[in-house]
Each structure stands twice: as structure tokens, then as C-alpha cells.
């Protein structure tokens, strides 16, 4: 995504005295994350013994419903193995970040658009963590359970910190955060 089709997006979601200080996107495409160290194997683990019960349900004859009842655990699992990769590249394919001068713009979503707006001043917590190349993520907020190391997959009801993930020049980026969060 270009600059301008990120200025085309954010624009109308500005106020009228608000400028644009730095705006990016998420990395594009399938990435692996680190949760996947534990996803991969479990989600596999979950998949083939789905499968094995309605194998085995539908070949020793159990009553119907007995049958059915491995189906959703069967789609539960190849979206665990497979569809939630596609899920989260094109969550990050729809995704927009802004800084401005009062607050975070977050613009993102898989079948219709979420915007997330946070004010710059009143944010407590604010980390990231960057990689060799200078890319990384910054959280916004403090980190919840488990839930901030299970980035990427996306499940009905569970929310994440909002975080700007998989940005060039992270620190740059954090770096303007707080100067604004000091300009009170």
C-alpha cells in the first residue's frame, strides 16, 4: 500500500485540525509468528484427532448425530492449521496506521472496517520490540494474559492490546509517541 492510498483511507477519519505525523502498514503477506511454536503442533494435534473421531464415527456405524458432532472440531482445526494465516494476511492487508498530533489511528478489519482511536496523552503503558532489521511492534496499553502472545490468531470475542505490529523503523516510530506524550 502507498502513501497515498494510506492518506486516501485516513483522511476522512481526521479532524479538522489534525495532521498526520507518521503513517505505515503491518508487513504484508503469511508470517509465522513466535506463538507458533505452540500453534503449529497443537492445531495439528487438534486437526488429525478431529478427524480420526468422525473416521471413526462414521466407520463403526455410530447414530448419525454421533457423526456430525466431529464436524465443527474438523473446521475448528484446518482453520487452525491453515485458515488462520490467511485470516491474519488479510486482516494486515486491510490494515492502516496513524499517528497524529492528538491520537493513534488503527484501521483495520477482514469483512468490514474497525477503527480504533487512541489518545496519545492519556496512554499509560507503551513498549515495543524490534528486530535485527529495525521493524518490531509497539503495544499501546498493557498486555493482557495470554492473550498478547497469541497475536495473529483471530477468534470471535477475543481482543488483543492494539498494538502498531510489523512496522519499518519501530524505534522512530515509538520515538515520536512519546515526544508527543510529553508535549502536554
Not at 487452525?80 to 498530533?101: C, E, H, L, P
Not at 477503527?115 to 496512554?123: A, E, P, Q
Not at 516510530?173 to 515526544?179: E, T
Request: overall charge positive; proline content about 5%; hydrophobic content about 45%.
Amino acid at each position: 500500500m502507498t502513501d497515498v492510498d494510506i492518506q486516501k483511507e485516513l483522511k476522512p477519519l481526521l479532524g479538522p485540525s489534525e495532521e498526520i505525523v507518521w503513517m505505515g502498514c503491518p508487513r504484508r503477506g503469511i508470517i509465522f509468528r513466535s506463538s507458533d511454536i505452540f500453534l503449529i503442533p497443537f492445531s495439528i494435534v487438534w486437526c488429525s484427532f478431529a478427524v480420526f473421531w468422525f473416521a471413526t464415527a462414521t466407520s463403526s456405524g455410530a447414530p448419525f448425530p454421533f457423526t456430525l458432532f466431529g464436524i465443527p472440531f474438523i473446521f475448528i482445526g484446518l482453520y487452525m492449521v491453515f485458515g488462520r494465516f490467511f485470516a491474519d494476511a488479510r486482516k494486515r492487508s486491510n490494515t492502516v496506521y496513524a499517528v497524529t498530533s492528538d491520537r493513534i489511528i488503527i484501521s483495520s478489519g477482514i469483512f468490514s472496517k474497525e477503527v480504533k482511536s487512541l489518545n496519545i496523552r492519556s496512554m499509560s503503558d507503551i513498549t515495543f520490540s524490534q528486530k535485527t532489521d529495525g521493524s518490531g511492534t509497539i503495544i499501546l496499553g498493557p498486555e493482557i494474559g495470554y492473550h498478547s502472545r497469541m497475536r495473529g490468531l483471530e477468534w470471535p470475542g477475543v481482543k488483543h492490546t492494539p498494538a502498531l505490529e510489523m512496522i519499518d523503523n519501530v524505534k522512530k516510530v515509538y520515538d515520536i509517541i512519546i515526544g508527543l506524550q510529553r508535549q502536554k
